[in-house]
């Protein structure tokens, strides 16, 4: 009998052994990576295993920070909270290489040229494939030749009007959310058009992702349509957390 106990006990532990090691096998975890933009090298990169971390982009030599893209949140600021969830994440600090030319630069016998990039917020990527340039106007002569081509001719000023959704293959469509100039730490204006000014060489980013505010939006229609105890104004808090995220996300000013 005893022999059979100590059986059925060293099995007990070994089951256990096997569930805490799936355990640590499946815990979660968040990536952070310092990445060049749009396709450069890795600078540097790290874990977040547990809990969540206060992380300042790392400064590196003839390179600069542009923005992160924190689990699917974008951040201007170079420094985020970075929390590890329910399942495997990412978190990017993306930089531009100094000697890339994002602003007034050396134009070749052709003219200058605006260079775009579309890049997913929830997938943390660039496009690699394609064109985020739905229409251009006027588009005279001919300053931007059709896709999948991603730059603008700008021997004069051109409207270069984004694709209202894009797919990141494999991924489907998702919609547009703004443009974002680099090389400036100026907003670009709000709207599907970026104004590209005459002899420009600039390097812009086309954003994409799902709504970062509809939670707030079904929070408030939600009120709206059962109108509470004392009526709409009982909802203007849903409309001012609303109305803060649309603000910080860029749908309006």
Known sequence: MKTIN??????AIGILAVVAGAGVANAAKVTVTDQTFPSGPVL???VVSTGCVTSTAD????YEFLFWDNQGVLSWSPTVSICVGSGNTTATAWYLALGDCTGTCGCPPDGCYVTTFAFSIDHDEVLASGTPIALVAPNSPVAWSGTPSTTVLTNGAESISAASALAFPPYSAEPFRYWQQLGTSSQTPIGVVYQAGKNSTAWVIAFYGP???QIYRE???SCEEQDGEGGH???APFGKELQAC??????ID
């Open 219 to 221: 929070e408030l229609q």
């Open 44 to 46: 540097q990169s790290t």
């Open 59 to 62: 400064t590196f030599p003839d």
């Open 246 to 251: 649309e603000v910080q996300n860029r749908e």
């Open 233 to 235: 104004l009982n909802c």
């Open 6 to 11: 100590k059986i059925a006990t060293y099995i």
């Open 211 to 213: 709504d970062p505010c």
